[in-house]
């Protein structure tokens, strides 16, 4: 036996082995560790791997959904976009046909204000007309013995008239007249008179009796 030990040279390759053997043991512990240790990250991974994997589907699905909800809004809002456009454009035309209504609606007013005014200018003229014709009558005069105007009552059923004055004479054929023309009937006039002068002849207005006033005016209407 040396000073650093055996010398025998089995001895020293044993140790040597023994060695060996111990420092393998020790990774293999180690190495086992190592893999325990990787399988449970490992296991870690897959897990989070999968949780990934179902977070996603989540998130795609609801995506998905909100996409077919943008597609729907989308839709609508097209839509609404539209009918904005269409609408106003519907303003437009009727304001424009309001505003011909309105134009149209102020013409016809104008035309019934002439109108109107026309027939407030005709009926007055038609009223003038008509005072005048019914003060005729009283305007005429006849000429008869002595100056003085002889007086004829019109009998409208029989058309005699009989004229009278002041002086008993012989008057002419008076003509009867409705408005100062000629009377319904229309005859020999007859007077007495006392005093054997004769008068000259004679036309005096006459008074149509037993008429309406229509039939009045539609006698005098009929003279024009």
């Known amino acids: 036996m040396t000073l650093f030990g055996s010398s025998d040279p089995k001895v020293h390759e044993e140790k040597m082995l023994k060695s060996e053997a111990k420092t393998e043991d020790k990774q293999i512990k180690q190495a086992i560790k190592d893999v325990a240790h990787a399988e449970?990250?490992?296991a870690k991974g897959a897990k989070?791997?999968?949780?990934?994997f179902s977070v996603h589907d989540k998130?795609?699905?609801?995506?998905?959904?909100?996409?077919?909800?943008l597609n729907k809004v989308t839709h609508k809002h097209d839509s609404a976009v539209s009918k904005e456009k269409s609408l106003a454009q519907d303003i437009t035309t009727k304001q424009q046909e309001h505003q011909r209504l309105h134009q149209?609606?102020?013409r016809k007013k104008a035309a019934l204000q002439n109108l109107q005014a026309q027939h407030e200018h005709n009926a007055a003229?038609?009223?003038?007309r008509l005072n005048e014709l019914h003060a005729a009558p009283a305007a005429g005069t006849g000429a008869a013995t002595g100056g003085i105007a002889p007086t004829a009552a019109a009998d409208t059923h029989h058309g005699a008239v009989t004229g009278s004055t002041g002086l008993e004479g012989s008057h002419a054929a008076g003509v009867g007249a409705a408005s100062n023309m000629a009377g319904v009937g229309a005859g020999p006039a007859t007077g007495a008179y006392d005093t054997t002068t004769t008068g000259a002849a004679g036309t005096g207005?006459?008074?149509?009796?037993g008429l309406?006033?229509?039939q009045r005016v539609t006698q005098a209407v009929k003279q024009l």
């Open 205 to 209: 207005t006459t008074t149509s009796t």
């Open 40 to 42: 449970k990250a490992e």
């Open 48 to 52: 989070a791997e999968h949780h990934a």
């Open 104 to 106: 149209e609606t102020e």
């Open 59 to 69: 998130a795609a699905k609801v995506e998905e959904k909100l996409a077919t909800e």
């Open 212 to 214: 309406t006033e229509g």
């Open 125 to 128: 003229t038609r009223d003038s």
